[in-house]
Each structure stands twice: as C-alpha cells, then as structure tokens.
C-alpha cells in the first residue's frame, strides 16, 4: 500500500492520508477581508478530491496589515457564521482543515495599507524597494498586541470547527522577521540572540493554546533557511525547532526562503545537486537532518509531484506529510490521483507574460492562481493553460472600470 493512503492521528484528529495542500492565499475575499461562497466552493472542490487536509491562504490576524489585497482576516467573530459553513465543508468530505494565520510585517506592497510595520526599520534589497516600502518599527506594546491577535483568531477558529491552525512562520514574514538577524536589529528583549528573537514565535505559540482547547491542533510554518547571506543559520534554526517542540507543537511544515529569496517555489534550491533533484523536494535533506532531533509531526513542502518521491519521503521517515501547493491550483482531484498512484500532471511554473516590466510585478503570480480558484469555486475547471497576459489584461480593465465608475460617482455626488 502506498503510505500516501496511510491514516494518521493528532490529538484527537484523525487524517485520512498523508497529503496536505499547502497554503495558498485565495485572494477571494472583500477589501474588508470576509470570506464568502467563494471560500465554500473552492475548499469543497479540494474536499471532494480526496485530500486528507488543507491548510488554508494566510489568514491575516490584523487587517490594517494585509500582505496582498482580497486575504481574509479575522480579528473578531464577525464572520462566524461563514465559518462555521467553511469548516463544515471539510468536515462533510472528511478533510482536516488548519487556517493559517499570519502578520506579514514588512511584506506588504506599497499602497496597500496605511502603514508598515516590522521588528526594525529595514529596508527592502533595490530590486523590491520599488514594491515594498521601508516599515516602521514595532513598538513593545504593538509586539503584545499582535500576540494577542494570534490567540484570538485561534480561538474564533475552534469556535468555527476548524480543526486546528497554523502559524506562518516562514517566507518571510513578520514571525520569519523575527527570527532572522538580517530583519531583526532590535537591542531590546524582541532582538540579539536567538532565543529573545524566538520570544515573538514562543510567546504566540503559548498565547494561542492557552486560547483554545486540549483538542485543538496548533502548527507552525518555519523556513529551513532564509537562503539570503547573513540570515538566521542553521544551527538557530535547529533551536527553533527544538524550542517549539519541546513547548508541545504538534506539527512543523518545512519550507525556506523569503521575498528577497523566494526558494519556496524552487528557485534557489534549483541549484542542487542532481541526487536531490531526484527526490525533487526543495526542504527533504533538511528534515532528514531535523527529524531525530525533534518529536513533533513533520511536513515538507515545496517540488514534491511524483508518487514514487512522495513515497520515498516518507518511507525514510524524514517527514509524516506531503505538502503540495501550486498543482492543487489547476487539478482539484489530485489527492486521489496520486492515491491511485498518478504523479502530478501539471507541475505549474513561474507565472510570465514575457514582458519583464508586467512579470517584476508581484502581483501577476497572484492574480493568475485567484483566477483558478476563482473558477474552481464557482464550479468551472481550472486552466493550467491560462495565458498569464490575458490575465493580466482582464485584472487591468478590471481596475480602470473600478476607477472610471469611482470617478463618474464622485461626480454625481458632488
Ligand atoms: C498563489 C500562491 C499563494 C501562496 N500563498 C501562501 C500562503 O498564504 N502561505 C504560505 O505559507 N505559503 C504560500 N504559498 C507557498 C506554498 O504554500 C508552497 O510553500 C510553495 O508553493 C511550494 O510548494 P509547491 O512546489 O508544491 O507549489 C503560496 C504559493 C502560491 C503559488
């Protein structure tokens, strides 16, 4: 039997096999960040195809800072009742679900909230300064607060019936911020030495079980590396992982990289030797090194999509769980595909129009993936053929509409 189709439990949560669809960020929500029928459909179809769990797009706990326009948030329980009808998909088809929450910190493009905040005042590299604009430094009060908002959001989600969450402490982001030296310059408890870098981490992760209950599933997304010079190292990283499972964590997802060094889709991990290329996860070699370290649950994502890999992976034992991400975007019945043992059939790429001043904007890979899900969700099949251009086009009419009606309203109002 394929250990793909092995069952596993946590807490009292059991999963029907060992595939996970890793986060991706739905970009389907309002500009106030609620989720709609649109969320529905989309993890219904996933639901349907077999998967044993989904975690979901980063959910944002403060939506004065969203990474990227339609995220959800969730700071209160005003959308309860839609999340309630959320996790009851998964629940109907038996598929675990873990919202990712998450602050992007620095990461937010320019324009898009009033302000940007982070540990320390960094600037972005020249190439992503043109997007992504200095943030101001967190003052402690703020640091406590956005704890706080983490705990809340978890205990609206076990009030929802979601089985668990996940913390995205990786690629970057205001926890990954933290944790890297290159972001974190501060000198006061939140900055220096790993272990007050880690304090943010820690102290969300003690904040939120103490939100909900025994059952409630808490995980946490870490980079293996920030593949950027300077970064946090190996051997931090490794006290992380430690840290976080002698604190009780049930599950780590390993993935690596940054904005500024985006190895999560492959990029710099592409220059590996040819025997891990094989085993085509990006983040493998790196749990094998973890895993007789730590005694939490392990997921790797990033490259995995052949049967033969997957298998492999977690026949070593280096990892209990397959995270995969983009193919979910264009075959929503992969999970039984690959229970049937078929490997991936479109191992989606780098998003391009082929015109470099449309492909620099980061925006273009994220409205490409919302058109998928958008079609998913309202019951159409995705295209792994989409012309990116046409995309692009579609989302600029899209927004010149927006602004022409905003105008000629304006006008009659006035
Ligand atoms: C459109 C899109 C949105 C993503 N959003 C998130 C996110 O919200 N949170 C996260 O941790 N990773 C996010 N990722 C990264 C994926 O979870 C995953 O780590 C990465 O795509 C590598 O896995 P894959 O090779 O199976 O696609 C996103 C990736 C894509 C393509």
Known sequence: MSHL???????????????????????????????????????EAWAKGGLGCAITGNVMVDLRAKNEPGVVGIESDRDIEKLKQWAEVGKRYGMVQLVQLSHPGRQCPKGLNKETVAPSAVPFSPSLALSFGTPRELHEDE??????????????????????????????YLISQF????????????????ENRMRFLVQIYQAVRAATSDNF??????????????????????????????AGIDMIEISGGTYEAPAMAGSKADKRKPSTIAREAYFLSFAELIRSQVKCHLMVTGGFRTVVAMNAALDSGACDFIGIARPFAVETDLANRLLAGQDVRYGVDKIKTGIPMIDKMAIMEIIWYAAQFK???????PNPKLSPLKVFFKYLKGNLTAVIKGQVNSRKSA
């Open 5 to 43: 189709a092995e069952t596993i439990q946590i807490r009292n949560t059991m999963f029907k096999n060992r595939i996970i669809k890793g986060a991706m960020s739905e970009a389907l929500a309002n500009t106030a960040g609620q989720p709609n029928s649109l969320h529905l459909g989309l993890y």
């Open 143 to 172: 640091i406590l607060d956005i704890i706080q908002r983490f705990a809340k959001a978890a205990q609206i989600c076990e009030q929802a019936g979601f089985e668990g969450i996940q913390l995205h402490g990786a690629h970057g």
């Open 179 to 194: 944790l890297s030296p290159l972001t974190n310059k501060r000198q006061d408890q939140w900055g220096g030495n790993i």
């Open 217 to 246: 599933i808490v995980s946490v997304k870490l980079n293996s590396a920030d593949f950027q010079r300077g970064g946090i190292t190996e051997e931090e990283v490794i006290s992380v992982f430690k840290a976080m499972d002698e």
């Open 375 to 381: 079609a998913i969700a309202q019951g159409k099949r």
